[in-house]
T-cell receptor, first 113, second 113 residues
């Protein structure tokens, strides 16, 4: 069955430290991959997406993600975290032939001053 | 920048009552979606809608749910007889089509008492 796994439910980092949020997917077809961020009381904001081409994609707010087909992963990274990055981060996947996104369970990021 | 809007932001209802959640998708988008997120759980796909028809739906989207595009701008989700387990955040999304990025609204928090 199609699935997305975000192994880390909670992550705490200090402001200025680097960040990596993990995402693994299980999908039979070519995946299209997304990272969304959800701040408290807010909707889902797109950070970045991967459809094809360069496997390292750049997004908003200084985030990047790397698609590794051999590992079925699409990890999100940021070299230096800001306090305003505290939020919940969701990885999502879809493919051609379907309309639905399948989301991971999310990773809640806490940033220490 | 155009955005998806949803009303109301919070809806409280009694079990067994009908509720209608409203969404205004981005104006040039053709595909519309509803997702829900039960507190503490992942975002789940409910239904997609294109050309005045449901194009895909999940097993959650049973006979108690319906969607409609009553005019050129609104997209609604109706729950005929709400249950306690319908309490969740409901997100509307839209896109131009296919695997194009889906843009999410801020959500409606539905509380069923």
């Amino acid at each position: 069955a199609q699935s997305v796994t975000q192994p880390d439910i909670h992550i705490t980092v200090s402001e200025g430290a680097s960040l990596e949020l993990r995402c693994n997917y299980s999908y039979g077809a070519t995946p299209y991959l997304f990272w969304y961020v959800q701040s408290p009381g807010q909707g889902l904001q797109l950070l970045l997406k991967y459809f094809s081409g360069d496997t390292l994609v750049q997004g908003i707010k200084g985030f990047e993600a790397e698609f590794k087909r051999s590992q079925s992963s699409f990890n999100l990274r940021k070299p230096s975290v800001h306090w305003s990055d505290a939020a919940e981060y969701f990885c999502a996947v879809t493919t051609s032939g379907t309309y639905k996104y399948i989301f991971g369970t999310g990773t809640r990021l806490k940033v220490l001053a | 920048e155009p955005e998806v809007t949803q009303t109301p932001s919070h809806q409280v209802t009694q079990m067994g009552q009908e509720v209608i959640l409203r969404c205004v998708p981005i104006s040039n988008h053709l595909y519309f979606y509803w997702y829900r997120q039960i507190l503490g759980q992942k975002v789940e796909f409910l239904v997609s809608f294109y050309n005045n028809e449901i194009s895909e739906k999940s097993e959650i989207f049973d006979d108690q749910f319906s969607v409609e595009r009553p005019d050129g701008s609104n997209f609604t989700l109706k729950i005929r007889s709400t249950k306690l387990e319908d309490s969740a955040m409901y997100f509307c999304a839209s896109n131009a089509g296919g695997t194009d990025t889906q843009y999410f609204g801020p959500g409606t928090r539905l509380t069923v008492l």
